[in-house]
């Protein structure tokens, strides 16, 4: 199964809060995990990226949390602004491939 | 650097005319993808080149849609002709492609609506 589930569909936080997204896969045969940044009318831009012998990378405000046995991963956006409102995409890389499978993105807001 | 450029930002036409989208990769990029957004499958790839070569097209939906790549600076994503159910969000992405891990840079997307 080629899939990525991500949730949740959309979420709505106030401003300096923690934005939580979660995505899980079935296949095993992924072997990097970016997460994309997308605003409205502009292509996802690469945010952040894990491989899955790392348990957890940060970058800023930005970090990714991997739980292989789980096949789970979730990326957290500490003290959350309004300029972060956008949409998240998880992705996953096939091995051996350029091949990534997207999840279906989530819509966030932060409130001023 | 300019970025990924697609051309047009936005298009509608009617059903069973041609369509044709392009883009023009980040200079020195050898890698090109095409990849399609809906709200319905999220982004989906359909086809991507390595050196001007197509590598893996099996997400191409069928035999109405083809990619060229004739040389590094352009790629073309046609289709003929076109359905409804074409109306998408079509994204070109270029990537150096040295190793796997090179970030792949997306282009703002072709907004194509079939009527």
């Known amino acids: 199964q080629q899939q990525v589930k991500q949730s949740p569909q959309s979420l709505i936080v106030q401003k300096g809060g923690i934005s939580i997204i979660n995505c899980a896969y079935e296949?095993?045969?992924?072997?990097?995990f970016p997460w994309y940044q997308q605003f409205p009318g502009k292509g996802p831009a690469l945010l952040i990226a894990?491989?899955?012998?790392?348990s957890e990378k940060k970058e800023g405000r930005f970090t990714i949390s991997f739980n292989k046995s789980a096949k789970q991963f979730s990326l957290h956006i500490m003290d959350s602004q309004p300029g972060d409102s956008a949409t998240y995409f998880c992705?996953?890389?096939?091995?051996?491939?350029?091949?990534?499978?997207f999840g279906t993105g989530t819509r966030l807001k932060v409130l001023a | 650097d300019a970025g990924v450029i697609q051309s047009p930002r936005h298009e509608v036409t009617e059903m069973g005319q041609e369509v044709t989208l392009r883009c023009k990769p980040i200079?020195?990029?050898?890698?090109l993808f095409w990849y399609r957004q809906t709200m319905m499958r999220g982004l989906e790839l359909l086809i991507y080149?390595?050196?001007?070569?197509?590598?893996?097209d099996s997400g191409m939906p069928e035999d109405r849609f083809s990619a060229k790549m004739p040389n590094a600076s352009f790629s073309t994503l046609k289709i003929q002709p076109s359905e409804p159910r074409d109306s998408a969000v079509y994204f070109c992405?270029?990537?150096?492609?040295?190793?796997?891990?090179?970030?792949?840079?997306f282009g703002q997307g072709t907004r194509l609506t079939v009527v």
């Open positions: 992405a270029s990537s150096a492609a040295r190793d796997r891990n090179t970030e792949a840079f």
């Open positions: 296949n095993t045969a992924f072997d990097y």
């Open positions: 894990i491989r899955p012998d790392v």
């Open positions: 992705a996953a890389r096939l091995s051996g491939t350029y091949k990534y499978i």
């Open positions: 200079s020195g990029h050898n890698s």
């Open positions: 080149f390595n050196n001007n070569v197509p590598i893996d």
